[in-house]
């Protein structure tokens, strides 16, 4: 029994970081080089985002930003769809599914990775014609409010957490 309970143990331990090492290689390999765009957004951004527009700001947004904890953005303006590819097979092996939307030259898929009682990240891979985005956020996230995020920070890519909801 207690070998059983370690080996269940081991399994969400190494589930975890294989799926942070997926994301986490992408983001090494690509973010320094110059045909890629990185945006990186640590916790103490999204606590100053929240003071700044505390009046404006709901609570649930609010709250939504408060439980963030990271939130990079990898882009690239050209050769989306490669990229996009072989990005959508390195999240698969290591994510749990979300969504899938394939509407009007956009082709976009979430992925989670789920805590004991929320979820834990939310990637999200996206292309546009020649264009791609890859958006990783960190925290307890709330996926009724999260597509709200993106009309709060305005940041590119942000337009498809909408689409969670």
Avoid: W
Wanted: hydrophobic letters at 45%; proline letters at 3%; a negative charge.
């Amino acid at each position: 029994m207690k070998s059983y309970v370690l080996s269940i143990t081991f399994l969400l331990v190494f589930s975890q970081l294989s799926a942070q090492n997926a994301v986490d290689t992408l983001f090494d390999k690509y973010g320094e080089n110059p045909e890629y765009q990185m945006v990186n957004v640590s916790p103490t951004m999204f606590k100053l985002i929240a003071k700044v527009d505390e009046q404006d700001m709901d609570a649930d947004l609010k709250k939504l930003i408060d439980d963030l904890t990271s939130m990079r953005i990898l882009s690239k303006e050209e050769g989306g769809q490669a990229f996009f590819t072989q990005t959508v097979a390195a999240l698969t092996k290591s994510l749990e599914p979300l969504i899938t939307v394939n509407e009007g030259g956009e082709d976009v898929k979430m992925f989670i990775q789920q805590g004991p009682d929320h979820v834990e990240e939310l990637v999200m891979a996206a292309h546009n014609q020649d264009k791609f985005v890859l958006i990783d956020l960190l925290g307890v996230i709330d996926l009724k409010t999260i597509g709200r995020l993106g009309e709060a920070l305005d940041a590119p890519g942000l337009k498809y957490l909408e689409r969670v909801n």
